[in-house]
């Protein structure tokens, strides 16, 4: 098992709904496609956390080249105005991401993490709103 956490290119905060159920949705086909059990996936506005069971010989990076591209196409596609006004390089997410593998005894921790993903970002945004001054 690996947990994953990516970004979009220019960490733009565009994953707000619809457009996070859409992706979702096409990176839970993907696994589906590819046969790579997404166990947990969240996405907050600008970031991915994504907990999946893989076959041995589907190394991370391969995982990673695989739901990149093909999200990043998919997405454009059925949402070319996002594209057009947050990505106009042509890219959806940068080249780079976290992975760690996950053992038997903190499963359930890296789980729960994930799971708790929109609640603790919205607590924080919540927190750290700026007060108006008039």
């Not at 947050?86 to 499963?107: C, D, M, P, R």
Request: aromatic letters at 14%.
């Amino acid at each position: 098992m690996y947990h994953f956490v990516w970004i979009p290119k220019y960490r733009h905060k565009v994953f707000e709904e619809p457009f996070r159920s859409e992706l979702k949705g096409i990176i839970k086909e993907i696994g589906y496609d590819y046969d790579i059990e997404i166990v947990e996936l969240e996405i907050p506005v600008d970031h991915i956390h994504m907990v999946v069971r893989s076959e041995p010989k589907d190394s991370p990076s391969k995982i990673m080249q695989v739901i990149k591209s093909i999200s990043a196409r998919e997405f454009f596609r059925i949402r070319p105005e996002i594209k057009k006004r947050y990505f106009w390089g042509g890219k959806l997410w940068t080249q780079s991401y976290f992975v760690e593998t996950i053992g038997n005894a903190n499963e359930e921790a890296i789980r729960q993490y994930v799971q708790n993903q929109l609640s603790t970002m919205n607590k924080y945004e919540d927190s750290s709103r700026q007060l108006s001054v008039f």
